[in-house]
């Protein structure tokens, strides 16, 4: 990935990612860490993610060119390298965390771009990803790692990049997951 120039950092004062907090970014980065440190982390965290996700979306199989049919998919090595490419991509977003990122607002937006334009991730996608993401690292983390407060952070991180990267299309009802689960996970703090 292209590490974000001077030339991405928002000049506008509205932002998504305002709230995000050092705090915040800490309890992913030292969440992630917990999972890197697994035996085959990034195989089982992107194996798990991608069945979830295709499970729940079986229209994006063919998006990442996977025959919708084949029932066998996931233990091809196809989509083995694919679930790990995917793992080193959420890798990168951890790393951009840190005490700037609300100045990277144009550069989720042209990311987001690129989702839309060169790899064809429709808009309703974004929720979906983020629900699985969230289960897949409680199934992997466990409650003592992944604590309500650890869940709230990634969710709101999440929420705030595809905000971002979904800010020039319009993504439908799925949308309101993030508030509804929010929401859920705060109250039952
Ligand atoms: C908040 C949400 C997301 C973030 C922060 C994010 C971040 C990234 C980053 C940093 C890259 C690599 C850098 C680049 O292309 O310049 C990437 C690539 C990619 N993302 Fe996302 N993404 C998000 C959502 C999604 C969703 C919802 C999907 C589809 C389910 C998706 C699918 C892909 C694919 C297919 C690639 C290309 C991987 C490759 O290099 O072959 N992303 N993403």
Not at 123 to 131: D, S
Not at 140 to 152: A, I
């Amino acid at each position: 990935m292209q590490v974000p120039t001077k030339n991405y950092y928002k000049t506008s004062p509205s932002t998504m990612v305002k709230e995000l907090n050092y705090e915040t970014a800490l309890t992913i980065i030292e969440s992630w860490e917990v999972l890197r440190r697994k035996k085959n982390y990034a195989e089982k965290m992107g194996r798990g993610l991608f069945i979830k996700f295709f499970k729940q979306q079986p229209d994006a199989s063919s998006v990442f060119g996977f025959d919708n049919n084949d029932e066998n998919i996931q233990k091809t090595p196809k989509f083995i390298d694919f679930a790990n490419h995917f793992v080193e991509v959420i890798d990168q977003a951890v790393q951009m965390l840190g005490p700037d990122l609300e100045l990277l607002t144009d550069f989720f937006v042209d990311l987001g771009d690129k989702h839309s334009k060169e790899y064809g991730i429709k808009p309703k996608f974004y929720p979906i990803l983020g629900r699985v993401l969230m289960e897949q690292l409680e199934e992997m983390l466990g409650h003592n790692v992944f604590t309500v407060h650890t869940k709230v952070c990634w969710l709101q991180v999440y929420e705030d990049f595809a905000r971002d990267m979904t800010s020039t299309s319009i993504i439908g009802p799925e949308a309101s997951f993030f508030e509804h689960h929010c929401q859920r996970v705060i109250v039952s703090k």
